[in-house]
C-alpha cells in the first residue's frame, strides 16, 4: 500500500496550500513507494512562521530537559533499525548493511547532541578596563535552514538538524525530493516522539520542479538566521549564492573526488578490502566514496589482479536480498550517467578490466578502468556510482599531485603499514579528511566533518557542528564606575 505524507508544520500533519502532492518512486521496482505534498512558497513562510514562535520557548528551556529529548530519540531510532531498512530500501535502493549503518550512526549523532547540550559553552576573557568582567558567550541565532540529502538518509538527515537543534535554535527543513521520508519525516517522527515541542523541527517537502523556488525563499526568508546544505557541488553553490545575498552563514559539505593511496609499503591484501568498501559501499554514492585508486606502481599489477577479481564477484541486484553488495542508483538517469562517463572515457583510450556495459534501469555493474585519458569528463568529474580508475605512480610526489589534481577538497585514504610515511603524505593532501592506513569513507559525531575548495565550508560534528550554529556575544560586567572624557 502506498504510503502517504504531508507537511509537518508546528507540530501538526497539514496538505500543501494548493493541495498538491509529489511521487516518491522505489529505484529497483519503480513503484510509487510514497506520495508527499508538494510544498510552494506559502508553506515555506507558514514552515518559519511556526519555528520563529517557538524559538523563544525552545532556547530557554532547561539543558537536562532538551538533553532528555536527544537521548529518547537516540533510543527510539536504534530500536526502528529495522524500519530504517525498509525505508531506505523501498526509497532510495539501499542495502541492508549500508542502512543498519545509517540507524546506528545517526542515534550516536543525537547522543553526541545531547552531550552538546550541557556542556561548557564560553569564555572568561581578560578585560582592559579595570574592574571589568568580559566574557564571551554561544547563543542560538534563531530558525535554521536544513537542506538534507538522499544518499545516506537517515545520517544526513539527523545530522542535517540535531547540532542546530541542540545549539537552541529551531528548523525548517527541507529534504531530498527523492528521500522525503528516511532524511526528513521519519526523523521528525522520531523527534516528536520522544518529546520534541510543536515548530521546533518543521519538515517541507516539494516537487522536484519546485526545488529551487523553495529552496530559495526558505533561505531568503529574514527570519531565517543560518543555513546547512549537504548534496552536490553544483547546487551547493547556488545555496551559497543565496545565503551570501542575505548575509547568512552557510555550512556547505558538497562533491567530492577521493581518493584512495596505496603506498609501496602497504598490505596489498587490505588495500584491496579496503578500496573495494571504498568504492562500492552504496554502490558508490557516499560523498567520501573514492573514485580513483593510486598505486605504487611496485604493487600495480597484484593490486590490480586481485581488486578486479574481487569486483567481479560482488552481488549485484535486489537490495532487499541480503547477499546483495551493488544495489540500484537513485534512478535509471543516475545509471545512464555513470554508462555515459565510462563509454566517453573508453572513446577517448582508456581500458574497461571489468564492468562496464550498459546499466539494467538504476542497476550499473560495478566497474573498473585504468589508462584513464585526462580529455576524459571523468579524470576531473564526480563518478558518484560503482566505478573507479586505477593508476600507478612511481614517487610520493607525484601521487600527491594526482591526489590534489581536483577542485574538490573533502576526504583521502592513504593505504601503508609505516604511520610516519603515512602521516607525512597525508599532511600534504588538500582536503579536510585524511584517514592512514584506511580508505575514505568515516565519520563519528565528535569529529570536524566537512570538505575543502570546491567540497564546501564549515563543518558539522562535535564542538564545532555546535559553533558553526551558534553566535559568539562579547558580555562584559562592570563591577565599578568608568570614567569619561565628556
Not at 16 to 41: C, I, L, M, Q
Not at 164 to 188: H, Q
Request: net charge negative; glycine share 8%; with cysteine.
Amino acid at each position: 500500500m502506498t504510503l502517504h505524507r504531508d507537511l509537518l508544520i508546528g507540530g501538526k500533519d497539514v496538505p500543501a496550500a494548493s493541495g498538491r502532492t509529489t511521487e516518491d518512486v522505489n529505484p529497483h521496482t519503480s513503484e510509487v513507494y510514497a506520495t508527499v505534498a508538494a510544498a510552494g512558497v506559502e508553506d515555506v513562510t507558514r514552515a518559519v512562521d511556526a519555528a520563529q514562535a517557538a524559538f523563544p520557548a525552545w532556547a530557554a528551556l532547561g539543558p537536562a530537559a532538551r538533553r532528555r529529548i536527544f537521548l529518547d530519540a537516540a533510543d527510539l531510532l536504534q530500536e526502528r533499525t529495522e524500519q530504517v531498512v525498509e525505508t531506505m530500501a523501498s526509497e532510495v535502493g539501499a542495502v541492508r548493511p549500508w542502512a543498519m549503518f545509517n540507524a546506528g550512526l545517526a542515534a550516536d549523532i543525537l547522543r553526541e547532541a545531547a552531550a552538546a547540550v550541557t556542556a561548557p559553552r564560553g569564555e572568561v576573557l581578560s578585560a582592559q578596563e579595570e574592574g571589568a568582567l568580559g566574557l564571551a558567550v554561544r547563543e542560538p541565532v534563531g530558525v535554521v535552514a536544513a537542506f538534507s540529502p538522499w544518499n545516506a538518509p537517515v545520517i544526513l538527515g539527523v545530522r542535517s538538524v540535531a547540532a542546530p537543534l541542540a545549539a537552541g535554535n529551531t528548523v525548517v527543513m527541507k529534504p531530498s525530493e527523492d528521500a522525503p521520508v528516511a532524511c526528513g519525516l521519519f526523523i521528525a517522527d522520531v523527534l516528536r516522539e520522544a518529546g520534541l515541542p510543536d515548530g521546533v523541527l518543521n519538515v517541507v517537502t516539494n516537487a522536484r520542479e519546485d526545488a529551487a523556488e523553495v529552496a530559495e525563499a526558505l533561505v531568503a526568508d529574514a527570519r531565517v538566521r543560518a543555513v546547512n546544505f549537504t548534496g552536490s557541488t553544483g547546487v551547493g553553490r547556488v545555496i551559497g549564492v543565496h545565503a551570501a545575498r542575505h548575509l547568512k552563514p552557510a555550512v556547505l559539505e558538497l562533491g567530492g573526488k577521493n581518493s584512495v593511496i596505496v603506498l609501496d609499503d602497504a598490505d596489498v591484501d587490505y588495500a584491496v578490502d579496503a578500496a573495494v568498501f571504498s568504492v562500492f559501499m552504496n554502490s558508490g554514492q557516499i560523498c567520501m566514496s573514492a573514485d580513483r585508486v593510486l598505486v605504487h606502481e611496485s604493487l600495480a599489477e597484484e593490486f590490480t589482479a586481485k581488486f578486479v577479481a574481487r569486483t567481479a564477484s560482488l552481488a549485484a541486484g535486489d537490495p532487499t536480498d541480503p547477499s546483495t553488495v551493488v544495489g540500484p542508483l537513485i534512478t535509471a538517469d543516475s545509471a545512464r550517467r555513470v554508462a555515459a562517463l565510462v563509454r566517453d572515457a573508453a572513446d577517448k583510450g582508456a581500458t574497461v578490466l571489468t564492468g562496464g556495459t550498459e546499466p539494467e534501469g538504476a542497476l550499473h555493474p560495478a566497474t573498473v578502468l585504468t589508462d584513464l585519458p585526462e580529455e576524459a569528463e571523468l579524470y576531473h568529474g564526480e563518478a558518484f556510482g560503482p566505478l573507479a580508475v586505477v593508476s600507478a605512480f612511481a614517487t610520493d610526489e607525484e601521487a600527491i599531485a594526482l591526489a590534489n589534481a581536483t577542485e574538490h577538497g573533502l576526504t583521502c585514504g592513504i593505504i601503508t603499514e609505516n604511520g610516519t610515511h603515512g602521516l607525512k603524505v597525508a599532511r600534504r593532501i588538500s582536503t579536510g579528511i585524511v584517514h592512514v592506513n584506511d580508505q575514505s569513507v568515516a565519520d563519528e559525531p565528535t569529529a570536524p566533518f566537512g570538505g575543502f575548495k570546491a567540497s564546501g565550508y564549515g563543518r558539522f560534528g562535535g564542538r564545532w557542528g555546535i559553533e558553526a550554529f551558534s553566535n559568539t556575544r562579547w558580555v562584559t560586567l562592570a563591577t565599578q564606575h568608568a570614567h569619561y572624557p565628556f
